[in-house]
């Protein structure tokens, strides 16, 4: 079955491709429609005057006599190509005359890489260049040894009829170079001759461009086929299958981008959500958006460059998805102190945590401002002899120890919380959220961990894992994703924890009783007794501390004191001990003999179960079943 040609709605996206194209292209219009003049003021003296000259690259799908790309001789010898406007940042591009095997190479006769060059937005520039050698005249491609590389299989959704080529370092990487377009033996077997000019041999299959180059799976790029020294001297032919082409893949939009796609819409959407609704907690959503905000956000610039087009002509685009690195842990901080704390902090006290995240800004603006072509071949021939490569990996090393001491410090201030819940709530808090998301970023911390252990691996035993690397780069993303999942999910079932009021930090509750007022304890002990058993206000489940602090006009730390002191019991158990009464009452009574004591429970005040078992037995040393059958049998 031809999967390609199936209708389905992840095909349907592949339509909106175009859009995130134009938008970027709007923004980077200054970039496009570069008027550019070529200027060749030297070639081989032995060229002949006869000889008509070409530009043909990217721009021209590699045609090597395009009459638009046509030198004109001037009468000082040098060739000139006026007024050529390109609709790209960047172009590839060699000189020949007029055909590959007369294509430029270098002075000994070796391939010619192919040249590149990134236009800076002005309104004209000159590129002036020599030409070393013509490949014709120097004929090193006839005397070197050569290597028969046979094709036999390539992907069922291979377009009809088409031609297909090898590039490599044999032809400085060019992809429609008709010198070694493979010819068919018998039906699906195609074969090529190739020169080999180095000790390894380096190359890839495409359909004529670098846009129908093989590829693996969803679209993703593929290592470069590599050859040693050892398969080369045995001089049999090399048999290779393709198993995927990238534009025949999902391209931009597959199961892997649908999910940060589909992600990063919940995000924005529940940004909306939880700042609709008029709630106690505003201070923590605040910093809870900004959260959501920044990881959509990278998510959408992780999918955007996630294309081979988009990612050709604005490869600086990936540098966004990195600024996650020292921002996130920071936000997250401010969100768990104002959830968790009455924390009124703004984002500019935190200003010393956002240090490393500046600084990360100001290394990658310099990094920005290399030439398009140049970027994109640092990213691609990765190394650590290269500075902008050795600086991220430092970066990334870095960012790694950042987020392990925020995740650290964050699940500190977690388990502290809970410790402590029970001075300040009646009842289990909706807050176990937190847990969840703390193990989600946990797994990433661990994926992160391991995909730097193996870039390190990979560095210095020359062992190319470039696919295990990926894949584990594509888990960490997708874990991460999950984030915004959890809290669309919990938004849904739990809509109360975006509306959850802030409490004051809880004072140490050691209190020394001899310095307390006997006469004002006893005072206050009845003043607060009378007001839970006439008011009946632990029937309420959402009960805290600051809300019976006010009812009783005094404040938090002083009830605490009085709850402490005068009962021996903190806040939970002091209100629980009321609850657990009127549940005994009840549950006695006829009125209540047709409910269960889940439902007497709740109705009392408890908001879980588990939490009202864990109260009984607490106040009665027995579950309620043990009890009421002591009370039975006596």
Same mark, same amino acid.
């Given at each position: 079955?031809?999967?390609?040609?199936?209708?389905?709605?992840?095909?349907?996206?592949?339509?909106?491709?175009?859009?995130?194209?134009?938008?970027?292209?709007?923004?980077?219009?200054?970039?496009?429609?570069?008027?550019?003049?070529?200027?060749?003021?030297?070639?081989?003296?032995?060229?002949?005057?006869?000889?008509?000259?070409?530009?043909?690259?990217?721009?021209?799908?590699?045609?090597?006599?395009?009459?638009?790309?046509?030198?004109?001789?001037?009468?000082?010898?040098?060739?000139?190509?006026?007024?050529?406007? &390109?609709?790209?940042?960047?172009?590839?591009?060699?000189?020949?005359?007029?055909?590959?095997?007369?294509?430029?190479?270098?002075?000994?006769?070796?391939?010619?890489?192919?040249?590149?060059?990134?236009?800076?937005?002005?309104?004209?520039?000159?590129?002036?260049?020599?030409?070393?050698?013509?490949?014709?005249?120097?004929?090193?491609?006839?005397?070197?040894?050569?290597?028969?590389?046979?094709?036999?299989?390539?992907?069922?959704?291979?377009?009809?009829?088409?031609?297909?080529?090898?590039?490599g370092n044999f032809n400085g990487w060019v992809p429609g170079d008709?010198?070694?377009?493979?010819?068919?033996?018998?039906?699906?077997?195609?074969?090529?001759?190739?020169?080999?000019?180095?000790?390894?041999?380096?190359?890839?299959?495409?359909?004529?461009?670098?846009?129908?180059?093989?590829?693996?799976?969803?679209?993703?790029?593929?290592?470069?086929?590599?050859?040693?020294?050892?398969?080369?001297?045995?001089?049999?032919?090399?048999?290779?299958?393709?198993?995927?082409?990238?534009?025949?893949? $999902?391209?931009?939009?597959?199961? $892997?981008?649908?999910?940060?796609?589909?992600?990063?819409?919940?995000?924005?959407?529940?940004?909306?959500?939880?700042?609709?609704?008029?709630?106690?907690?505003?201070?923590?959503?605040?910093?809870?958006?900004?959260?959501?905000?920044?990881?959509?956000?990278?998510?959408?610039?992780?999918?955007?460059?996630?294309?081979?087009?988009?990612?050709?002509?604005?490869?600086?685009?990936?540098?966004?998805t990195d600024l996650v690195f020292f921002l996130y842990g920071p936000?997250?901080?401010?969100?768990?102190?104002?959830?968790?704390?009455?924390?009124?902090?703004? &984002?500019?006290?935190?200003?010393?945590?956002?240090?490393?995240?500046?600084?990360?800004?100001?290394?990658?603006?310099?990094?920005?401002?290399?030439?398009?072509?140049?970027?994109?071949?640092?990213?691609?021939?990765?190394?650590?002899?290269?500075?902008? $490569?050795?600086?991220?990996?430092?970066?990334?090393?870095?960012?790694?120890?950042?987020?392990?001491?925020?995740?650290?410090?964050?699940?500190?201030?977690?388990?502290?919380?809970?410790?402590?819940?029970?001075?300040?709530? *009646?009842?289990?808090?909706?807050?176990?959220?937190?847990?969840?998301?703390?193990?989600?970023?946990?797994?990433?911390?661990?994926?992160?961990?391991?995909?730097?252990?193996?870039?390190?691996?990979?560095? $210095?035993?020359?062992?190319?894992?470039?696919?295990?690397?990926?894949?584990?780069?594509?888990?960490?993303?997708?874990?991460?994703?999950?984030?915004?999942?959890?809290?669309?999910?919990?938004?849904?079932?739990?809509?109360?924890?975006?509306?959850?009021?802030?409490?004051?930090?809880?004072?140490?509750?050691?209190?020394?009783?001899?310095?307390?007022?006997?006469?004002?304890?006893?005072?206050?002990?009845?003043?607060?007794?009378?007001?839970?058993?006439?008011?009946?206000?632990?029937?309420?489940?959402?009960?805290?501390?600051?809300?019976?602090?006010?009812?009783?006009?005094?404040?938090?730390?002083?009830?605490?004191?009085?709850?402490?002191?005068?009962? *021996?019991?903190?806040?939970?158990?002091?209100?629980?001990?009321?609850?657990?009464?009127? &549940?005994?009452?009840?549950?006695?009574?006829?009125?209540?003999?047709?409910?269960?004591?889940?439902?007497?429970?709740?109705?009392?005040?408890?908001?879980?179960? *588990?939490?009202?078992?864990?109260?009984?037995?607490?106040?009665?040393?027995?579950?309620?079943?043990?009890?009421?059958?002591?009370?039975?049998?006596?």
């Amino acid at each position: 079955m031809d999967f390609s040609r199936m209708h389905s709605p992840i095909s349907c996206f592949g339509n909106y491709r175009m859009f995130f194209v134009l938008a970027i292209a709007f923004l980077n219009a200054y970039s496009l429609f570069s008027q550019t003049n070529f200027v060749l003021d030297y070639v081989p003296k032995y060229t002949k005057t006869t000889d008509t000259l070409y530009l043909t690259g990217s721009f021209n799908n590699w045609n090597p006599k395009d009459s638009n790309y046509r030198f004109t001789k001037r009468s000082d010898g040098t060739y000139e190509l006026k007024n050529k406007l &390109f609709d790209a940042s960047w172009i590839s591009f060699k000189i020949t005359r007029g055909s590959w095997p007369t294509v430029e190479v270098e002075s000994d006769g070796t391939p010619l890489t192919v040249r590149k060059f990134s236009f800076n937005g002005t309104t004209e520039e000159t590129i002036v260049l020599q030409v070393a050698g013509w490949s014709d005249k120097l004929n090193l491609r006839e005397k070197q040894k050569k290597v028969s590389i046979i094709l036999t299989e390539v992907p069922r959704n291979t377009p009809p009829n088409s031609s297909f080529y090898i590039c490599g370092n044999f032809n400085g990487w060019v992809p429609g170079d008709e010198r070694y377009k493979m010819k068919q033996l018998v039906s699906g077997i195609f074969q090529a001759e190739i020169p080999v000019f180095s000790e390894s041999l380096e190359y890839k299959f495409t359909r004529g461009n670098w846009l129908t180059v093989e590829g693996k799976s969803y679209g993703r790029p593929r290592p470069n086929r590599i050859l040693g020294e050892k398969e080369i001297a045995l001089n049999k032919p090399i048999k290779n299958t393709i198993d995927y082409w990238e534009d025949q893949s $999902y391209g931009i939009f597959n199961p $892997y981008t649908l999910i940060l796609i589909l992600t990063a819409l919940q995000g924005f959407f529940l940004i909306f959500i939880i700042n609709s609704n008029s709630n106690n907690n505003k201070s923590a959503n605040q910093a809870l958006s900004v959260l959501i905000f920044i990881i959509s956000t990278t998510l959408i610039a992780r999918v955007v460059i996630y294309d081979r087009v988009i990612y050709t002509e604005y490869p600086k685009l990936s540098l966004l998805t990195d600024l996650v690195f020292f921002l996130y842990g920071p936000v997250f901080l401010i969100y768990i102190e104002r959830l968790l704390q009455r924390s009124s902090r703004s &984002f500019l006290t935190y200003w010393p945590h956002f240090v490393p995240f500046i600084l990360q800004v100001v290394i990658y603006v310099g990094i920005s401002l290399n030439p398009t072509h140049t970027f994109i071949e640092q990213n691609l021939f990765q190394s650590l002899e290269s500075p902008p $490569y050795a600086t991220y990996e430092i970066i990334v090393l870095l960012a790694l120890v950042f987020n392990i001491f925020y995740w650290f410090n964050i699940k500190k201030k977690i388990k502290q919380y809970f410790e402590n819940i029970e001075l300040n709530y *009646s009842t289990d808090q909706n807050i176990k959220y937190l847990n969840v998301i703390m193990m989600v970023l946990g797994i990433c911390l661990f994926f992160w961990t391991i995909i730097v252990l193996t870039d390190i691996y990979s560095t $210095y035993s020359e062992v190319p894992i470039n696919y295990t690397t990926n894949l584990l780069i594509d888990i960490v993303w997708v874990v991460f994703s999950i984030v915004v999942y959890l809290l669309g999910y919990f938004a849904i079932k739990q809509p109360e924890i975006f509306r959850m009021a802030v409490i004051e930090e809880e004072p140490k509750l050691e209190v020394d009783r001899a310095k307390t007022n006997t006469e004002d304890l006893k005072e206050q002990k009845n003043a607060l007794h009378e007001l839970m058993t006439q008011e009946q206000i632990y029937l309420n489940p959402e009960l805290s501390l600051p809300e019976l602090a006010a009812k009783m006009n005094t404040s938090v730390h002083s009830l605490s004191k009085t709850i402490n002191a005068g009962y *021996s019991k903190n806040f939970r158990d002091f209100v629980n001990h009321y609850r657990v009464k009127d &549940f005994i009452e009840r549950a006695q009574d006829e009125k209540y003999m047709n409910q269960t004591y889940l439902a007497i429970a709740l109705a009392v005040g408890f908001n879980s179960k *588990s939490s009202f078992n864990r109260s009984f037995k607490k106040v009665t040393n027995k579950s309620p079943r043990e009890y009421f059958s002591d009370i039975q049998k006596s």
